[in-house]
């Protein structure tokens, strides 16, 4: 059974980088046809897919965050890494990673994506 975990910092200060990390386990992120997306929820508010990374290494960001983030994987860790920069308390949320069969860009229905990590909460605060 694939599993996903999410790990990092729990608490980021304006104006710093957040570097959060998807460990794998159970399937590799190589494996074709696989993609393989950060989401997060903030307090109170809907998911908001934020990009994803393809098992070409392939990247797609959301409009609106495409500017602050970056994906990237290890596949020798079976990791894949969502940096996002210049954060401020607007991102305070949920994060987390999950996977798809078959790209979907800017999906947010949890049904979606067949496998969920737990999540991480991210709090922006000084």
């Known amino acids: 059974q694939v599993q996903l975990q999410e790990s990092g910092p729990g608490l980021v200060k304006p104006s710093q980088t957040l570097s959060l990390t998807c460990t794998v386990s159970?399937?590799?992120?190589?494996?074709?046809?696989?993609?393989w997306s950060w989401i997060r929820q903030p307090p109170g508010k809907g998911l908001e897919w934020m990009g994803t990374?393809?098992?070409?290494?392939?990247?797609y960001y959301s409009p609106s965050l495409k500017s602050r983030t970056s994906i990237s994987r290890d596949t020798y860790k079976n990791q894949f890494t969502l940096q996002l920069i210049s954060v401020n308390p607007e991102d305070t949320a949920a994060y987390y990673c999950?996977?798809?069969?078959?790209?979907?860009?800017?999906?947010?229905?949890?049904?979606?994506?067949?496998?969920w990590g737990q999540g991480t909460q991210v709090t922006v605060s000084s």
């Open positions: 159970g399937g590799s992120i190589t494996t074709n046809y696989y993609y």
């Open positions: 999950a996977r798809s069969k078959g790209l979907l860009l800017g999906v947010t229905e949890a049904e979606m994506y067949d496998y």
């Open positions: 990374i393809a098992t070409s290494g392939s990247t």
